[in-house]
């Protein structure tokens, strides 16, 4: 029997939350979580033996994929450098370059051959051999649509969002005019509750524009299909 990927998520407070409601509810992956504070010290000066000191459930690096929510740049290295050592195959770090020490962790990518992603939003995650399981289900939306006298009646999640947006905006599609789907899927995306940053052009409003991009796809995927 194949082994199931197991996916190891690392929350902070309400951060990383979704995303295990999401694994739960809509894949068969096996998931394991565990927390850091969500009050941090602004600065810390050994990262390592902080985290070593948090009462954290160590099991989470025994995982084919650690999500971690940690949003804090020392945290966050430390948590790469256990994943590495534990054999971790791919760390995912939402939050962007921001909350995360870019060139410091391609050092540390390097020196244990693992993947490490720093993405703004999950949902421009692209699948890589180390996460393809993963990414097969919950990445980049992929829809199929099926249309009746120009009104959307059903739209099927191929893969969605982590954050659970994908599917709240293709329940709410069902019953619109074709021509109205795509716009109206972007706004479903900036609408829902989803955590990415809001206020400039990229977090929440690239993925509204990734969603109503991914409408447009599946439609015009069922239209050459008619023809």
């Given amino acids: 029997m194949r082994k199931m990927t197991k996916i190891g998520v690392i929350t902070r407070g309400k951060y990383g939350n979704r995303l295990i409601e999401t694994i739960f509810s809509k894949t068969d992956l096996n998931v394991v979580r565990t927390s850091v504070p969500e009050q941090l010290p602004e600065f810390i000066d050994e990262p390592d033996d902080f985290l070593g000191g948090l009462d954290i459930d160590n099991s989470v690096f025994d995982s084919d994929i650690v999500i971690t929510y940690s949003l ?16 971790v195959k791919a760390l995912i770090i939402p939050g962007g370059a921001a909350k995360a020490p ?29 996460t393809k399981e993963l990414c097969s ?18 739209v099927e999640v191929l893969c969605g969002a982590p954050c659970g947006s994908t599917w709240h905006m293709a329940k709410e599609l069902v019953g619109t005019k074709v021509e109205d789907a795509p716009a109206k899927a972007g706004l479903l995306i900036q609408q829902y509750p989803c955590r990415a940053v809001r206020g400039n052009m990229g977090g929440i409003h690239e993925s509204g524009e990734i969603h109503k991009n991914a409408v447009v796809e599946a439609l015009n995927k069922k239209r050459k299909k008619a023809e």
């Fill in 102 to 130: 870019v060139v410091e962790l391609q050092s540390i990518a390097k020196k244990y051959g693992m993947l490490i992603e720093v993405e703004d939003i999950c949902c421009t995650l692209q699948e890589k051999t180390e």
């Fill in 137 to 154: 289900c919950l990445s980049s939306p992929v829809l199929d649509i099926n249309i009746d006298k120009g009104i959307i009646e059903s």
């Fill in 72 to 87: 804090h740049p020392d945290i966050t290295v430390a948590v790469a450098h256990k994943a590495g050592k534990a054999g």
